[in-house]
């Protein structure tokens, strides 16, 4: 066994060697553990070390090592050791998405780490378990984490983990859209990389701090922080760190208007790309900012055609994350050279990929919160400790005024009991108020949950009255609501207005308050942004208006909150709460009350946009009907276009030969003249070959148009009895044909099990056809999916892509009552089970944008109903799906 | 003059020979072959500075033309290879992409060798 890991280990570097030359520090590293074989813990940090440098450049390698120090640690029991590799194993299952296996690591690790009280492995664990919860979304988590792991690196003095720290809470406040907070972290970061002369650090934080001035639109700002990457990235010779600050500048000189110089940067980005191994995702957004940079500058055209050739690259790998604004360029630079119908087409798919943003935006503004709000916690509970220790400095010092007044003597005894009579209720009281906060956080820890329902059942809802409704129902469980309204600004009548408001449960009729009425504090909480918190109205109204308002409807309340409801930098109008009683309203209800708001003014916002949306599906829908139409006419024209393209290739053949043939035949004529017999052989010679390789090609053409015109025989739209066994072969060759002319690296088993005793149906050929071909042009589709992306449980080993189709009669075979089955089988991917009730919907497709119209599923299954049958599928996730129709006989 | 020819079909070859077997009998054509892109990017790496004139086909299996094509452009930069596609695929699409990846000229299967023959000289 001892053998076999050494000879493995060396395997490995010897491997290692052939690879990545740059990363020197591994390079050391290798050479140590070569010439260090004792089995000791030494050997086990050398392993560990390694491991952690080659995470990127080489992760098998990597695995590889933290097997063999998992191994050698447990054998010498060292948990610092072991510790440390299951905390590096842990990231590794997480870049892997094994997030199971990441988190069962992480604990066995942390418990080691912990046992041990190894602060700088502890730092290093926390921060991979940040990472892990902030790329699962949880960002309060994350935060949680990263700022444990912060305090570790610190309290270790191990500064490049504390560097590296700070620069993820940046980069996390930058995902959560808190710039401000982003900032002070990233320069920090920056800071404490410069004092150690820690050069990967400071390349770091200055793209950091390029990326958030970026996104803030502050593009000087941003402009600086790249260029000074850049430049400690070319003192390191980082040619991968180069070339990607190389397009983030060239990016922001696109967005400040400086073509030339967005031009001349971006090309060198490009042609990295080009020159090293290819990454599509990359590919494709430098082709976005080069799209960009032409359509910007008066080159829509040449825009257009790099914006196009961007998406082609982003759905080449599924890359998702600018799709929204690669479509959008493509809708400008179509619009600017009056391509409506380009232009419309992806304006429609831009603003689709619009709206799954806000629903994140929605998810992103919720963990904002609920970050937010923890860490409001943490410096309420850090508050608390400072208030213990104070108060126990404040015992001691009380316990030596007590020594002092012994040794002064029993005549100040009576003073002295006094005094120690106040200090105690003075504590009694200190330790009571203690108790009102810790009972006070503790209640807010379980409204977080609280707020997290109320939110979600606030926005879960489309319709105004609805939401107002649960905002009301909700506001009410929480504090004395007595009136409680929500007023949404009209801007085409220029008011504010109440549709729904509640006075003591009972909802008042609909009001609504002129923008121009200052006397209003609805109007004045619209106009200025601003709060109102009001507890006693008869004493406070003069600070802010003429005379007291009076209500539209309803009693005049005695205390009121008006909070303005805004998402972002949009107003919408606001909410209040009222009372009839004075100072009605706490600190609590009104941060409770403002959590509320922000749900209430997502949900609003959320209604308004599905206004806007029902509108644009009504005008969807009339295209709609001319889009099924043409694509009735498309799927054919597409086949019959690939394939007349197709015949070309062996007309090639025979047309050039035959002409060749022409030729030699002269030429061997004038050497039988000379009487060169010999050579007018091997002409002859040369002449049958070129006849055979005519005849092949020529075969070869003619099977090629069998199938086309096999195709568009007979077009009468009545029903005829068809051999459907017939019919099927020959639309499974058609669209095997057609896919192969597409793409010639494409390649399937066909098998077919038809029933010989079925005879003629009565169907309409083409339209039952139509149905066979769309079937089996999916079936290709899955397995070719399944060929270039495995499925990730299933594996993709051994792979033999597979078509199945089979017919078969079931039931009576005399006269009615007997049904025809066709089965077209495929062993790809299978679909999920969360889309398996859409796909007969019509424009549901799971292909990626432009490749498919998402009405082929749709039209087959009108065609069968159509004919009075049924379409079905089975389908097992990873093992493929099989499509049945079933006929009357 | 060397050209390498790229095709996916063998019978490209032979019928190169053929049509062209005056001008190799002269020595004023030298052919070269590459069955698949990643052959041709092979030869080209191996042979960088011999001048060469490519003729290409675009659907191949592996490596397409228009892949081989804007290889090479982007790979060299100064003077480019002349690059000529062949490809039965005519269609206007494929034309605007081989002309936006910097293709030299544009031909259509079945191919005019006698066209093919003037485009040389005057290349030449």
Not at chain 1, 167 to 185: D, F, H, M, Q
Not at chain 1, 290 to 313: C, I, M, N, R, W
Request: with cysteine; charged share 25%; net charge neutral.
């Amino acid at each position: 066994m001892e053998k076999k890991i050494s000879l493995l280990l060396f395997g490995l570097i010897v491997s290692y060697n052939f690879l990545h030359a740059q990363v020197k520090p591994a390079d050391s590293l290798h050479n140590l553990l070569v010439s260090h074989t004792q089995e000791d813990t030494i050997r086990v940090n050398l392993l560990n070390d390694l491991a952690y440098e080659l995470r990127r450049p080489k992760p098998e390698a990597t695995d590889s090592l933290i097997k063999l120090s998992v191994i050698l640690a447990g054998k010498l029991n060292y948990a610092k050791g072991k510790g440390y590799a299951l905390a590096i194993q842990g990231s590794r299952f997480y870049a892997i998405l094994k997030y199971k296996e990441a988190d069962s690591v992480f604990s066995i690790s942390k418990q080691l780490l912990e046992s041990v009280k190894d602060r700088k492995d502890e730092a290093y664990l926390l921060r991979s378990l940040g990472n892990m919860k902030m790329d699962e979304g949880n960002y309060a988590a994350s935060l949680d984490n990263f700022l444990a792991g912060l305090k570790m690196a610190q309290a270790a003095g191990d500064i490049k983990q504390e560097v590296e720290i700070e620069r993820t809470i940046g980069y996390l406040y930058n995902v959560l859209g808190e710039y401000e907070k982003a900032i002070p972290y990233q320069t920090d970061a920056l800071k404490h990389a410069e004092s150690i002369d820690y050069k990967i650090g400071m390349s770091g934080a200055y793209n950091a701090i390029g990326k958030t001035y970026k996104t803030q639109g502050n593009y000087p700002a941003s402009l600086d922080g790249y260029t000074k990457g850049l430049r400690i990235d070319e003192q390191l010779k980082d040619s991968n760190g180069i070339f990607i600050d190389y397009g983030n500048i060239g990016d922001v000189y696109e967005r400040m208007g400086n073509y030339p110089e967005a031009f001349s940067h971006i090309k060198v980005y490009l042609d990295f790309l080009w020159g090293s191994h290819r990454l599509e995702d990359r590919v494709s957004w430098g082709e976005w900012v080069l799209g960009k940079a032409f359509t910007h500058s008066g080159d829509p055209a040449k825009g257009l055609q790099h914006a196009k050739y961007s998406l082609e690259q982003a759905n080449k790998v599924g890359w998702r994350l600018y799709l929204r604004e690669i479509t959008q360029l493509i809708a400008e630079s179509a619009a600017k050279l009056k391509q409506w119908d380009t232009a419309y087409k992806y304006q429609v798919l831009s603003s689709n990929y619009k709206d799954s943003l806000t629903g994140q935006e929605i998810a992103r503004k919720t963990t904002m919160l609920q970050a937010n709000f923890e860490l409001d916690k943490k410096q309420a509970e850090i508050a608390l400790l400072t208030k213990d220790k104070q108060l126990q400095i404040e015992e001691n010092r009380r316990e030596k005024i007590f020594l002092f007044a012994l040794l002064g003597g029993l005549a100040s005894l009576i003073v002295f009991a006094v005094v120690l009579y106040r200090n105690n209720r003075q504590k009694q009281k200190a330790n009571l108020l203690l108790q009102k906060q810790k009972e006070e956080i503790d209640s807010k820890a379980s409204n977080v949950e609280l707020l997290g329902e109320i939110g979600r059942k606030i926005t879960s809802s489309l319709s105004v009255e609805t939401i107002i409704g649960t905002v009301y129902d909700n506001v009410n469980s929480l504090m004395d609501a007595s009136v409680f309204g929500i007023g949404i600004y009209n801007d085409a009548l220029k008011a504010i207005e109440f549709p729904a408001t509640y006075e003591n449960g009972q909802a008042l009729p609909f009001y609504s308050n002129s923008i121009n009425d200052e006397n209003r504090f609805a109007v004045l909480c619209f106009i200025r942004r601003e709060e109102f918190i009001i507890g006693d109205l008869e004493k406070e109204y003069k600070d802010y208006m003429q005379h007291i308002p009076r209500p539209k409807a309803g009693k005049p309340p005695v205390s009121l909150i008006y909070l303005p409801l805004k998402v972002k930098d949009n107003i919408l109008g606001v909410i209040t709460v009222q009372s009839f009683q004075k100072n009605a309203f706490s600190d609590y209800h009104l941060y409770m009350l403002r959590t509320i708001a922000i749900y209430a003014a997502i949900a609003l916002e959320n209604a308004e946009s599905f206004k806007k949306l029902n509108l644009t599906v009504d005008s969807l829908k009339k295209t709609q009907k001319q889009l099924i139409q043409s694509e009735k006419m498309a799927s054919l024209g597409e086949l019959t276009a690939g394939i007349a393209h197709e015949i070309q290739n062996p007309l090639n053949f025979v047309n050039n030969f035959s002409e060749v043939n022409t030729e030699l035949i002269e030429e061997m004529k004038e050497e039988i003249n000379k009487g060169n017999l010999e050579d007018a052989k091997a002409i002859a010679n040369d002449i049958a070959e070129n006849e055979q390789k005519i005849n092949h090609h020529g075969k070869r053409a003619d099977a090629i148009v069998k199938g086309m015109l096999q195709h568009s025989r007979s077009s009468s739209a009545t029903k005829e009895p068809t051999d459907i066994n017939k019919l099927a072969d020959e639309y499974l060759r058609l669209a095997y044909h057609g896919l192969r002319a597409k793409d010639k690296s494409f390649n399937a088993t066909m098998k077919t099990d038809f029933d010989e005793t079925i005879g003629n149906i009565n169907i309409i050929p083409q339209d039952i056809g139509r149905v066979i071909l769309n079937l089996i042009t999916n079936a290709f589709y899955a397995i070719a999916e399944k060929k270039k992306s495995p499925h990730p449980l299933k594996g993709g080993e051994n792979y033999e892509p597979i078509v199945t189709v089979t017919t078969k009669r079931l039931g009576s075979s005399l006269g009615d009552g007997g049904k025809i089955e066709i089965r077209v089988a495929d062993n790809g991917n299978g679909i999920p089970q969360k889309v398996i009730d859409k796909i007969f919907q019509p424009f549901f497709t799971t292909k990626p944008t432009g490749q498919g119209t998402g009405l082929g599923l749709s039209l087959s299954y009108d065609i069968i109903k159509a004919h009075g049958g049924e379409l079905k599928v089975e389908t097992k996730e990873g093992e493929g799906a099989e499509f049945i129709i079933l006929l009357q006989a | 003059m060397k050209i390498l020819v790229v095709d996916d079909e063998k019978d490209m070859q032979t019928l190169f020979e053929q049509r062209f077997r005056k001008e190799i009998r002269n020595h004023e054509a030298e052919f070269v072959f590459a069955y698949s892109g990643e052959e041709a990017v092979f030869y080209l790496d191996e042979h960088v500075h011999e001048a060469v004139l490519i003729l290409s086909d675009i659907n191949m299996p592996g490596m397409s033309g228009l892949e081989l094509l804007s290889y090479i452009k982007h790979k060299y930069a100064s003077p480019p290879p002349v690059v000529m596609m062949i490809t039965a695929y005519g269609d206007a699409d494929n034309y605007n992409e081989a002309m936006h990846l910097g293709a030299d000229d544009f031909l259509t299967k079945p191919l005019d060798f006698n066209l093919l023959k003037e485009k040389l000289k005057i290349k030449n």
